[in-house]
């Protein structure tokens, strides 16, 4: 089976940098994926990993390392509508489904 | 391009009563997804399609819920006899192709609640 471990919450200030961790047990690996979910909102697709190291889409950048099953979003130059709940993702080895980590809520403070 | 479409956006029903969910995919998307979201358990998948076939329902909760894709455009999640414990977020999504790198796009979801 798969499982997935997220801090429960994040406060950070507006212009800061932040970064969540995401660590997973899983039968297979077939890359780590990041949703971002505003309050009332659908999740949304932020990155995607299949490799190790870095990989940066403008102010996000997901980070992978599949030997300490450990993956980590990392926002930079925060903003109010940052705020949302982030959940990393992990394939299914055996199937297509995407298991969703429990999700970390990030506060941003003015 | 339209998103994924998902109706009703809110239903309030009283328990005992059947629940109609539906959900049209993107168009040229090929895999179909449920999933059901609690404060509690978070974001459950409850059942995928890969081109209008049911491939894994092991997350569906129990025989009042069933799923169904007539088509490549269209599904629908039934729960009969509703049960307060029923009340969540429900999500559809839809993706196109295997590959891991490809993102699941998510309706705007249905708020359910059984009173």
């Known amino acids: 089976g798969q499982s997935l471990e997220q801090p429960s919450e994040v406060t950070a200030v507006e212009g800061a940098i932040v970064q969540i961790n995401c660590t997973y047990q899983t039968s297979g690996f077939y890359g780590l994926s990041w949703y971002q979910q505003h309050d009332g909102g659908a999740p949304t697709f932020l990155s995607y990993?299949?490799?190790?190291g870095l990989e940066e889409t403008g102010r996000f950048s997901s980070f992978l390392s599949r030997s300490d099953s450990y993956g980590y979003l990392l926002l930079q130059e925060l903003q109010m509508k940052d705020s949302a709940s982030y959940f990393c993702?992990?394939?299914?080895?055996?199937?297509?489904?995407?298991?969703f980590g429990p999700g970390t809520r990030l506060s941003v403070l003015p | 391009d339209a998103g994924v479409i998902q109706s009703p956006r809110h239903e309030v029903t009283e328990m005992g009563q059947e629940v109609t969910l539906r959900c049209k995919p993107i168009s040229g998307h090929d895999y179909l997804f449920w999933y059901r979201q609690t404060m509690m358990r978070g974001l459950e998948l409850l059942i995928y399609?890969?081109?209008?076939?049911?491939?894994?329902d092991s997350g569906m909760p129990e025989d009042r819920f069933s799923a169904k894709m007539p088509n490549a455009s269209f599904s629908t999640l039934k729960i009969q006899p509703s049960e307060p414990r029923d009340s969540a977020v429900y999500f559809c999504?839809?993706?196109?192709?295997?590959?891991?790198?490809?993102?699941?796009?998510f309706g705007d979801g249905t708020r359910l609640s059984i009173l």
């Open positions: 399609f890969n081109n209008n076939v049911p491939i894994d």
């Open positions: 999504a839809s993706r196109r192709g295997q590959g891991s790198n490809q993102p699941q796009h």
């Open positions: 990993n299949a490799l190790d």
């Open positions: 993702a992990v394939r299914d080895n055996y199937g297509q489904n995407f298991v």
